[in-house]
């Protein structure tokens, strides 16, 4: 995963996406958050009406969620290939 968010930074969305689907949804999730939570720190907070702890705490489960789901695929694929 860590190869997949890095090569997303660099901007390289298809060798990112190849090394771990996974990586770039998170990756992208890091984006995102970063963004939101800047736009509501600079910002007037009447403007934004989801609270950063709610925006932040539903990219991290929906990121955890994910990589979990991904995990189950690839050991399921690797059992079922029989590889040890």
Not at 23 to 46: E, K, N, Q
Not at 73 to 82: D, E, Y
């Amino acid at each position: 995963m860590t190869t997949a968010i890095s090569l997303l930074a660099h901007g390289d969305l298809v060798a990112a996406w190849q090394a771990n689907q996974a990586g770039v949804f998170v990756g992208l999730a890091g984006f995102i958050a970063t963004i939101w939570l800047t736009l509501i720190a600079v910002g007037p907070t009447s403007r934004w009406s989801v609270p950063a702890e709610n925006v932040a705490l539903s990219l991290t489960v929906a990121s955890v969620a994910l990589v979990m789901v991904r995990y189950v695929f690839v050991v399921g694929a690797a059992i079922a290939t029989g590889l040890p």
